[in-house]
């Protein structure tokens, strides 16, 4: 079944992006045709962490209706081993578009909502991707609300840090509840050594504070922290534990399994 997935946190520093980055080309690689969207617009960093190059149209383009969505998706294919497709959809990481982006009304976000909400139609259903996968920007930007409000799955990264937690556990409450969106917490960056003895003692007392599901749980890897986006692990380290977690994660996702 075709699915919209955001990946969303409260602030920033959570890993979100790398979270989104290898559930889009773990997707790939089970063979699915996947489509990876910056919704970041104050911040881009896919077209980075992607090495894109010769990037003529943007995801800003399509927003700001100048483009059909097929002029600004990238074919990424090669750079994901396996059987599946793998785009991108790049916001444009220059000083004006960012400033632009910034610059928006409520009613631009609206009509930006609306093209968000086509892609369903335009790529899901008629060019057959599988998945869709929207980075968004952390806290309660309007970009993000619309990828919110289009998804048909969120998935939350937050941290151990206090203010992460508690901002987390109120946006939940205030935003995910409103819209009634099936979501999965991941808490990345875990310090404790003790994880994997206690790991369905931490999930169970993290699903009881949070009040939602867990989809997964990522210790604190140094080589993820020093790769600084520099490559995408479940590409280029398909055996580290980091590739292993995410690939439980995206299982879930695939067969509704979280709970």
């Not at 409260?10 to 979270?19: E, L, P």
């Not at 952390?138 to 206090?162: C, E």
Request: glycine share 6%; hydrophobic share 40%.
């Amino acid at each position: 079944m075709s699915k919209i997935i955001a990946v969303h946190s409260y602030k920033g520093g959570t890993g979100k992006t790398s979270m989104a980055v290898n559930i889009a080309a773990t997707l790939a690689k089970n063979g699915k045709k996947v489509c990876l969207f910056d919704l970041d617009f104050r911040a881009p960093s896919l077209f980075a962490i992607l090495k894109a190059q010769n990037v003529e149209t943007w995801f800003n383009d399509y927003l700001n209706n100048s483009c059909e969505i097929d002029k600004a998706i990238v074919d990424m294919s090669p750079r994901i081993p396996g059987s599946g497709k793998f785009y991108a959809c790049l916001a444009n990481p220059s000083t004006e578009a960012i400033r632009d982006m910034s610059s928006k009304d409520r009613k631009w976000e609206m009509r930006a909502l609306g093209r968000i909400l086509a892609l369903r139609e335009s790529l899901l259903r008629d060019q057959k991707f599988d998945y869709l996968v929207f980075d968004t920007s952390p806290g309660l930007q309007y970009s993000s609300i619309n990828a919110i409000v289009a998804a048909d799955f969120v998935v939350v990264a937050t941290t151990g840090d206090r203010s992460d937690v508690d901002g987390t556990k109120r946006m939940l409450a205030e935003l995910y509840n409103l819209f009634e969106k099936k979501t999965g917490l991941v808490l990345n960056k875990v310090l404790d050594p003790s994880l994997s003895s206690r790991k369905t003692e931490m999930q169970t007392k993290i699903k009881a504070d949070y009040k939602v599901p867990m989809l997964g749980m990522v210790p604190c890897f140094c080589e993820v922290l020093r790769a600084e986006g520099n490559f995408i692990f479940a590409q280029d380290k398909p055996d580290h534990p980091f590739t292993k977690i995410v690939a439980e994660m995206v299982k879930k996702i695939e067969t509704n399994d979280v709970n």
